[in-house]
């Protein structure tokens, strides 16, 4: 039988193992990334293919300005954390310390089953119902739009960040609370002044996962924002940068192929950013503390 020592050098060697495959596989995808994009960034230029509000991929006389792609996603996944993050905190606190026996047993399951429905399914429900109810209340000639993207992606975040919210209220210390309580605090103050504050890592983590999940939703989206190149309006259709890559792939060769492949690397560049932003958000205010 193999020694304890020899038991935990292996298990080591094998969590190093699966380690390094992660950051291969990060950079292997970075790499070809760069290698299948780049040449056409090259050839279309990169101000006109960053800030051109044009994108006709298939016309005789080929523009591949991708702005309105940046922009669409930009606001849209702005707009879904800024529906989702408060709704899903909130609901995270009341699961995690308000909500008991039953209800809360009830919630946690409805959750879990939220997180697991597939992403066509939303959008297959957002089509028949939430596009509709749209064109109806606004008077619009066609219910698909930025807004109808917005509230989908607002839905299916939410799982994302109640369930990692509510876990990191969960390991928050009790005696936190109680000690907030003794100073004189309702229950609702020592939720919202020490224990939020003090999940902060907890809940951060999980709007990242949001918005992960935001901006890289292709099929949802793709059915209920009405998927024409346009520049964004809210009640206008549009196109995210995950839309216009899942839309024409299947069809695209030459330049415009290469072009698609250039927005699958801006998509990308465009992740890692915000992760950094956040990550640096949250480690300035580890500092502060």
Request: proline share 5%.
């Amino acid at each position: 039988m193999p020694s304890s020592k020899t038991r935990e050098v292996s298990i080591s060697a094998l969590l190093l193992a699966v380690t390094l495959v992660c950051v291969a596989a990060v950079l292997l995808i970075t790499v070809y990334l760069m290698w299948a994009g780049l040449p056409a960034i090259s050839e279309i230029g990169l101000g006109n293919f960053l800030l051109g509000k044009e994108w006709a991929s298939t016309s005789s006389n080929p523009k591949f300005g991708i702005l309105p792609f940046i922009l669409t996603s930009v606001y849209g996944t702005f707009g879904a954390i800024l529906i989702g993050v408060p709704i899903g905190i909130g609901a995270a606190v009341f699961l995690s310390k308000i909500a008991k026996g039953p209800v809360k047993r009830i919630l946690t399951s409805a959750i879990d089953i939220l997180a697991g429905i597939p992403s066509v399914i939303y959008g297959l429900i957002g089509m028949l119902t939430l596009v509709p109810g749209i064109r109806k209340l606004f008077g619009l000639p066609d219910g698909a739009s930025l807004l109808a993207a917005i509230i989908v992606l607002a839905v299916m975040i939410l799982p994302s960040i109640i369930k990692l919210s509510a876990v990191a209220l969960d390991s928050v210390p009790k005696e936190y609370e109680e000690a907030s309580l003794a100073l004189g605090s309702t229950p609702m103050e020592a939720y919202l002044h020490v224990s939020i504050p003090a999940a902060r890592s907890g809940i951060i983590a999980s709007i990242v996962l949001g918005i992960g999940r935001a901006i890289g939703e292709a099929m949802a989206i793709m059915m209920v924002s009405g998927n024409v190149a346009n520049m964004p309006s809210l009640f206008g259709s549009v196109r995210f940068l995950t839309t216009a890559i899942a839309s024409e792939m299947s069809y695209s060769s030459g330049l415009q192929r290469q072009a698609l492949f250039s927005i699958a690397l801006v998509l990308f560049a465009f992740i890692m950013i915000v992760n950094a932003l956040l990550h640096l958000i949250l480690k300035k205010g580890k500092k502060h503390e």
